[in-house]
């Protein structure tokens, strides 16, 4: 009787569990054709790890540069572990998750998180962190850039979060229950469609422009962990005309990659040199580039890691080649897929 009633109870707690985990499963977010910038962080663990080049990051890495471009143009094999308003704090701990699995030649880091020095809002949050394989460096994120009205549990169960998310589900909750499709292209987020800038804003007037003591505690985390590791850190700010970037801002950005022997571009300064034309360069009036802006940069990006980091072309590597084959054809496949699809909204207007 006693072997029975372990054998029910067990059975039971299994049901439970079962049930509680498939729940979970339905209720999450997938980030698969709405928000899909909360896939990015995911999608890195399934890439085989030998990149030259990681980037660190906001929006402005992965809607702005193009690991496709540096491959073809320059045999630089590279990743963008970047997601929508990345704090600096987020982009450290992603560099340490990133070196339990490869280390890199070279990081990147985009400075404009450096405008923030305490947490913001879950949404983004979210979009970070459930990505993330669970490590000390998620633990760790997860308590610095909780804010006041989120719970750790809430990260442990997602459950916990999005057990009222019921009027909200939807036939993609339900498709990608067990599975789910790459969204990115090394984690560059393509679009091809283009709204060119039609005013440059002005920044308001801040009534302190320095950057937080915090933001400077995890920058100097970056660089050192770059130096523990043997890695070239260079800094960059992308040519986004807003949020706006101040000159007291790339002051104080300048005075720290001189104190500390980094690389910094600003490509705000280099729109000539780049060849970006905000008429055509961008989808939506100057804060993201398009596709052939980010080609753009890209190719300039490329070009400077060639010649100041030298770091080797990789285009005659059979197995690596083979790899980039396919995803260039895949590349080539959403460029083609969204070109198509605006020609067909075009057409319809006309109609």
Not at 70 to 81: K, T
Not at 225 to 238: D, H, P, Q, S, T
Not at 301 to 309: A, I, N, V
């Amino acid at each position: 009787m006693k072997a029975k009633r372990w054998i029910r109870i067990v059975t039971t707690a299994a049901i439970v569990c079962v049930s509680l985990y498939l729940l979970q499963r339905l209720l999450c977010p997938k980030y698969m054709t709405d928000v899909v910038e909360g896939r990015l962080i995911a999608e890195y663990y399934g890439e085989e790890k030998d990149h030259d080049v990681i980037f660190i990051g906001d929006c402005e890495v992965y809607e702005n540069f193009s690991p496709k471009v540096l491959w073809e143009d320059f045999g630089i094999n590279s990743y963008i572990r970047g997601s929508a308003q990345q704090l600096i704090w987020q982009s450290y701990y992603l560099l340490e998750d990133t070196l339990r699995y490869e280390k890199p030649k070279v990081v990147i880091f985009n400075v404009l998180a450096m405008q923030y020095d305490r947490p913001q809002r879950e949404a983004y949050n979210r979009m970070t962190l459930d990505g993330m394989r669970w490590s000390a460096s998620k633990v760790k994120s997860i308590q610095v850039s909780m804010t006041d009205q989120e719970q750790f549990l809430d990260y442990v169960f997602p459950i916990l979060r999005y057990h009222s998310r019921w009027e909200e589900l939807s036939s993609e909750d339900i498709k990608y229950l067990f599975r789910t499709e790459t969204v990115s292209h090394n984690g560059y987020y393509m679009r091809v469609d283009v709204k060119p800038v039609d005013t440059i804003p002005e920044g308001r007037v801040l009534a302190d422009y320095q950057f937080g003591s915090q933001a400077y505690l995890y920058l100097d985390k970056i660089t050192q962990l770059c130096r523990e590791n043997g890695i070239e850190l260079i800094l960059v700010k992308a040519p986004s005309l807003y949020p706006y970037w101040y000159d007291e801002w790339e002051e104080q950005m300048e005075a720290y990659a001189g104190q500390n022997g980094l690389q910094y571009i600003n490509f705000l300064e280099r729109i000539d040199e780049t060849g970006i034309d905000f008429s055509q360069d961008t989808y939506d009036g100057g804060l993201h580039l398009n596709l052939s802006g980010a080609e753009k940069i890209t190719a300039y990006l490329g070009k400077f890691l060639s010649e100041e980091t030298g770091l080797a072309d990789r285009r005659g590597e059979t197995e690596l080649a083979a790899q980039w084959e396919q995803k260039i054809a895949a590349y080539e496949a959403e460029k083609d897929r969204q070109y198509e699809q605006i020609n067909r909204i075009e057409g319809e207007k006309v109609k």
